[in-house]
């Protein structure tokens, strides 16, 4: 007993006092860092009075983040031994803040290579026909994002939005689906998010992920060679609602010059070519 007559702290309640210091002093803003991965950032003031802004992301959870930040070591380690990957331009990928990768599409392992090589985490807008088995149960828990591309896909943005304005890096194939690589056209949905979120954009181009003739489906065999090349990056600046039409097809055209760009000076350094026509009968472009 003290002298005020309450229980004297023993050993025990000392260590609790000391453990929870110890956590209250890796805390900021209401949000505590423990076992938080690197690169995800904290939410401060400003980045919840974003989520705040049409459309709104406020009440979407983030997406799983442990699978990806978790397994990204591993998975690079296994992907580099089954084949011969080469990264470059990953100087130009921002190492914090909001960042919309956009990549041109040419095979299956695009997206998951993308996520787990990238120079950052990244969660990748996949088509939601994948988000079934064993599949879909892995890509939500490594936190991918299902898009329904053959429309608008308001829950798709809202959760890429919750990842760039809480810092994250998204991916997009702004083709909108696999196919020669040649970046024809590109889809306006890249531009919003970046719009929307003030994020830098980065063009990225796949050499090497589909052979020639092989369906879009295909992966190609051990040591076959890839690469992925990181163009330079556009910063974009932060656009309130409205953001009109014109602006977002302005900026999808400056998203293709880039990826346009990116894709012949990597073709000039590297001597690889894209694959050329998928098979008539692929399922994709059906």
């Known amino acids: 007993m003290d002298a005020r007559g309450g229980r004297r702290p023993g050993r025990r309640d000392r260590r609790e006092h000391a453990r929870r210091g110890r ?40 997406p799983a983040h442990l699978v990806l930040h978790r397994l990204r070591p591993a998975a690079g380690v296994i ?21 919309v990768i956009a990549a041109n599409h040419i095979g299956f392992v695009d997206g998951p290579l993308m996520a787990i090589v990238a120079p950052r985490p990244v969660h990748v807008l996949a088509k939601h026909e994948m988000y079934h088995g064993s599949l879909g149960t892995f890509l939500n828990a490594s936190g ?20 760039l304005r809480d810092g994250g890096a998204v991916g997009v194939f702004p083709e909108g689906t696999r196919g020669t690589g040649e970046v024809d056209r590109v889809k306006p949905g890249a531009a919003y998010l970046a719009m ?13 992920t589909r052979l020639p003739g092989g369906s879009t489906n295909s992966v190609p065999p051990a040591r076959s060679q890839f690469v992925m090349t990181f163009g330079e990056p556009l910063r974009v600046e932060h656009h309130r609602w409205p953001r009109r039409q014109p602006e977002t097809h302005a900026l999808s055209g400056r998203i293709r010059e ?13 001597g690889m070519t894209l694959p050329g026509p998928i ?7 059906l």
């Open 279 to 285: 098979p008539a009968t692929d399922k994709e472009i």
């Open 196 to 208: 929307a979120a003030g994020a830098t954009v980065v063009p990225l181009v796949f050499l090497g």
């Open 144 to 163: 991918q994002i299902p898009v329904e591309r053959n429309g608008p896909d308001p829950a798709a943005v809202k959760t890429a939005l919750r990842v």
């Open 79 to 99: 992907v580099r031994r089954r084949w011969d990957l080469t990264i470059r331009g990953a100087e130009h990928v921002p190492t914090e803040g909001p960042v």
């Open 23 to 62: 956590r209250n002093s890796r805390c900021q803003d209401g949000r505590c860092r423990r076992g938080r991965p690197p690169g995800l950032a904290v939410t401060t003031a400003r980045q919840s009075s974003v989520h705040l802004e049409p459309p709104r992301s406020a009440d979407v959870p983030h």
């Open 258 to 270: 880039a990826l346009l760009a990116t894709l012949d000076e990597a073709q000039q350094a590297t």
